[in-house]
């Protein structure tokens, strides 16, 4: 158990939804990322938040968007949802800086209809 | 493009023997990290080395680096039925936009 949490476990949805993932970062780490894993585009990087700030951004559509609220806890909203967004979505912490090792939450399994 | 590309794509081998698994990237790091995945679930954090590292051991796992040649290469000594899982290498940019690019993964069977 890697100490990072993410809900739900699976989310099961119509094309042009919208949904929310919610992730818990381990205690005491600063830093959440955000990552999509499909079969076809392997593990990408979306987005990075360190203390309640972006931090980086990488392949995240616009559709897409994520905040870091004050306790810490991140949310990745997903909205006009495609078959392509079809995926794992997993979170990350880290203790501060990038530098540093990744702890894995057990991700989101989104299946788009 | 994806700055981490492992190689092989996929790997076969006995339990007892080695399992060596290669990433090339391609613009200067800060450091390479490499993680296990087991089917559908999260990375877990296996070995990071830094820039002006050439070499780390971790039981029996050992990373070199090669920042001439932008590749790091995986050994997994007496390998386990439990190792079968992806491996994935991660590198950090050391300038630029900070981000984490991940190879596409070296799977690895062993064999029982």
């Known amino acids: 158990d890697s100490g990072v949490t993410q809900t739900p476990k699976h989310l099961i949805t119509a094309t042009g939804q919208r949904v929310t993932l919610r992730c818990s970062p381990r205690?005491?780490?600063?830093?959440v990322y955000w990552y999509q894993q499909s079969l076809d585009q392997g593990l990408q990087f979306l987005i990075q938040y360190y203390n309640g700030e972006e931090r980086a951004k990488g392949n995240i559509l616009e559709r897409f968007s994520a905040q870091q609220f004050p306790d810490l806890h991140s949310e990745l909203n997903l909205s006009s949802l495609e078959l392509g967004d079809s995926a794992l979505y997993f979170c990350a912490s880290s203790r501060d800086h990038i530098y540093n090792e990744q702890f894995f939450g057990p991700g989101t399994r989104l299946t788009v209809l | 493009s994806q700055q981490g590309e492992e190689d092989p794509q996929a790997l076969s081998i006995q339990e007892g023997e080695n399992a060596t698994m290669n990433c090339s990237y391609k613009t200067s790091i800060n450091n390479l990290q490499w993680y296990r995945q087991n089917s559908g679930r999260g990375l877990v954090h296996l070995i990071l080395i830094r820039s002006n590292e050439r070499e780390k051991h971790s039981g029996r796992l050992r990373v070199t680096l090669d920042t001439s040649k932008k590749s790091s290469s995986l050994l997994i000594t007496a390998s386990r039925a439990a190792d079968t899982a992806s491996y994935f290498c991660?590198?950090?940019?050391?300038?630029?936009?900070?981000?984490?690019?991940f190879g596409t993964g070296t799977r690895l069977k062993v064999l029982a």
């Open positions: 991660a590198t950090v940019r050391d300038s630029g936009t900070y981000k984490y690019i």
């Open positions: 205690s005491g780490d600063l830093s």
